[in-house]
């Protein structure tokens, strides 16, 4: 049975990876590692939690005896990294922390993984999941590449663009066996309410402001969370070592559009008049080192592994809007802080 190491699996994006693993692939066995921050919730998950191929690990990867010590007792044969801080308003007013757990982190897996397996490589596989950030930021035009010269411009996307070469590193030094992904902004069911999305859904609901930055004309492509949880599944399975696959969902929005069309969703869903959640629209001082433009060019994923996003936009905000309505308790858990008693609940 091969065991595969996910770290994160308890955030937005490492519980779909999670949960798709342990339901399509029984003869794995998954260890969900993740630090329970204040964005790590076993409520995303709760629904596996006692799948006999899955267990749960409460530990950081910034601790190293810690990382060295659980991959000698397990012998992993593959891991797959998602564990970050990744806020960017965040890394403006802490980057030390985003330094910690992105680049010491990101280190302290790549040395444990590269002792463990100790030279020998056969079926490893290191996957290092990344952000479309790390390219810095685009005009009106063009698109980013797996080739497009890094150029980050905040301390998160400082962080990550680190880890990617450390990661690139030890695979030209030591022969360690990685892919990389770069994706572009993911949204979804369990995304945490601190990025647009469902901070603007949550808002909506309460009539508060929509706090948009600048004059709103900043343009990001949008992944659904499920999309790429599927990507991720077929680079882990299906990727060449040593290489690069962008991840993006061919949806690029300007903020202020994609905040009038969630308006215009959200008043139809709680049946209010048209119009009435665009007047909770507030603009706001730019933040700093604010990039204008993300755009991913997915071809290379698209060609060589087959993979493309399954849902439009409208139809994956759609999926957001219905999933957030229909759980309004996992909504309050997370906003009041709630949700970090679950792990307490569980696991006594």
């Given at each position: 049975?091969?065991?595969?190491?996910i770290?994160?699996?308890?955030?937005?994006?490492?519980?779909?990876?999670?949960?798709?693993?342990?339901?399509?692939?029984?003869?794995?066995q998954?260890?969900?590692?993740?630090?329970?921050?204040?964005?790590?919730?076993?409520?995303?998950?709760?629904?596996?939690?006692?799948?006999?191929?899955?267990?749960?690990?409460?530990?950081?990867?910034?601790?190293?005896?810690?990382?060295?010590?659980?991959?000698?007792?397990?012998?992993?044969?593959?891991?797959?990294?998602?564990?970050a801080?990744s806020?960017?308003?965040?890394?403006?007013?802490?980057?030390?922390s985003?330094?910690?757990?992105?680049?010491?982190?990101?280190?302290?897996?790549?040395?444990?993984?590269?002792?463990?397996?100790?030279?020998?490589?056969?079926?490893?596989?290191f996957?290092?999941?990344?952000?479309?950030?790390?390219?810095?930021s685009?005009?009106?035009?063009?698109?980013?590449?797996?080739?497009?010269?890094?150029?980050p411009?905040?301390?998160?996307?400082?962080?990550?663009?680190?880890?990617?070469?450390?990661?690139?590193?030890?695979?030209?030094?030591?022969?360690?066996?990685?892919v990389?992904?770069?994706?572009?902004?993911?949204?979804?069911?369990?995304?945490?309410p601190?990025k647009?999305?469902?901070?603007?859904?949550?808002?909506?609901?309460?009539?508060?402001?929509?706090?948009?930055?600048?004059?709103?004309?900043?343009t990001?492509?949008?992944l659904?969370?499920?999309?790429?949880?599927?990507?991720?599944?077929l680079?882990?399975?299906?990727?060449?070592?040593?290489?690069?696959?962008?991840?993006g969902?061919?949806?690029?929005?300007q903020?202020?559009?994609?905040?009038?069309?969630?308006?215009?969703?959200?008043?139809k869903?709680?049946?209010?008049?048209?119009?009435?959640?665009?007047?909770?629209?507030?603009?706001?001082?730019?933040?700093?080192?604010?990039?204008?433009?993300?755009?991913?060019?997915a071809?290379?994923?698209?060609?060589?592994?087959?993979?493309?996003?399954?849902?439009?936009?409208?139809?994956?905000?759609?999926?957001?809007?219905?999933?957030?309505?229909?759980?309004?308790?996992?909504?309050?858990?997370?906003?009041?802080?709630e949700?970090q008693n679950?792990?307490?609940?569980q696991?006594?």
């Amino acid at each position: 049975m091969k065991k595969i190491l996910i770290t994160g699996g308890a955030g937005f994006i490492g519980s779909h990876v999670v949960r798709r693993f342990v339901k399509n692939y029984p003869n794995y066995q998954i260890f969900n590692l993740d630090a329970l921050t204040y964005a790590g919730n076993l409520e995303n998950i709760a629904d596996i939690e006692n799948e006999s191929n899955y267990t749960f690990i409460k530990g950081d990867i910034v601790e190293a005896d810690f990382i060295n010590n659980l991959f000698h007792e397990h012998q992993f044969d593959g891991v797959i990294h998602l564990a970050a801080e990744s806020h960017v308003d965040r890394s403006i007013t802490d980057p030390l922390s985003f330094v910690k757990t992105n680049v010491i982190g990101t280190m302290n897996l790549l040395n444990a993984a590269k002792d463990s397996w100790n030279d020998n490589f056969d079926n490893k596989r290191f996957y290092h999941i990344s952000t479309d950030e790390v390219y810095g930021s685009l005009g009106a035009e063009g698109l980013f590449t797996e080739s497009t010269a890094y150029d980050p411009k905040s301390p998160y996307s400082a962080s990550k663009a680190a880890s990617d070469h450390f990661v690139r590193a030890y695979g030209e030094t030591y022969g360690l066996p990685y892919v990389i992904t770069n994706c572009s902004n993911n949204y979804g069911p369990n995304h945490f309410p601190e990025k647009l999305i469902p901070l603007f859904i949550n808002n909506i609901i309460e009539n508060k402001p929509l706090p948009v930055y600048g004059d709103g004309k900043y343009t990001r492509d949008w992944l659904f969370v499920e999309d790429h949880a599927s990507a991720i599944d077929l680079v882990f399975h299906e990727g060449k070592n040593q290489e690069t696959y962008n991840i993006g969902g061919f949806n690029e929005w300007q903020n202020i559009d994609l905040v009038k069309l969630l308006c215009q969703q959200m008043d139809k869903k709680l049946e209010r008049n048209e119009g009435e959640s665009e007047k909770l629209i507030t603009f706001v001082k730019d933040r700093p080192g604010h990039d204008l433009r993300y755009a991913i060019d997915a071809t290379k994923i698209n060609k060589e592994l087959g993979w493309k996003p399954s849902v439009t936009f409208e139809q994956g905000l759609e999926k957001t809007i219905d999933w957030f309505l229909s759980n309004k308790e996992w909504l309050q858990n997370v906003t009041s802080g709630e949700n970090q008693n679950y792990y307490q609940k569980q696991y006594k």
